[in-house]
């Protein structure tokens, strides 16, 4: 008596297992760098966000506006809410709730002048509470100094001096 032969239908059990342990392993790699690459994405975002306010704080001082506000010969620097940020406006500007803006203060005397971003809302967990400055000294250069951490602060920013 001849047995038929019948083709395999299906995959077998270790198969299966073998398919699942190497999307288990691909999803251990992935996904720790997909969170990397959110955190620079915002970092950059914040820094790009705060810098925007760069002009408009120099026509306030070349203006002689040195005092945040909306009043008349007041400085309003127009920024707008974001997402990533905590900070109550200083202008015009009606913020949506669960946004924030970058803090802006003039010094009179000197010309001096700093733009505080400060990381909150949806931002990732590894950024939140973290500070990113932009400053201008007296000879109105500006630079940017972090407390982002290195492997996530965006390029041309330095390390914050505690």
Not at 20 to 37: D, E, M, R, T
């Amino acid at each position: 008596m001849k047995m038929g032969n019948k083709a395999q239908a299906g995959f077998t059990l270790i198969e299966l297992m073998i398919v699942v342990a190497i999307i288990g392993i691909l999803a251990a790699i992935a996904i720790p760098q997909y969170q990397n690459y959110v955190a620079k994405s915002q970092a950059s975002r914040v820094m790009d966000e705060a810098g925007s306010l760069k002009t408009a704080v120099e026509s306030c001082i070349l203006d002689g506006r040195t005092t945040i506000g909306t009043a008349a010969g007041q400085c309003d620097p127009g920024a707008t809410g974001s997402t990533l940020l905590t900070g109550a406006t200083q202008g015009t500007a009606v913020l949506p709730a669960g946004t924030g803006v970058p803090q802006v203060a003039i010094t009179a005397a000197t010309g001096a002048a700093t733009i505080t971003a400060t990381l909150g809302g949806s931002a990732t967990s590894q950024l939140s509470g973290d500070t990113l400055v932009w400053s201008r000294d007296t000879t109105g250069t500006w630079t940017c100094t972090s407390s982002i951490d290195v492997q996530w602060r965006p390029t041309g920013c330095t390390a914050n001096n505690p």
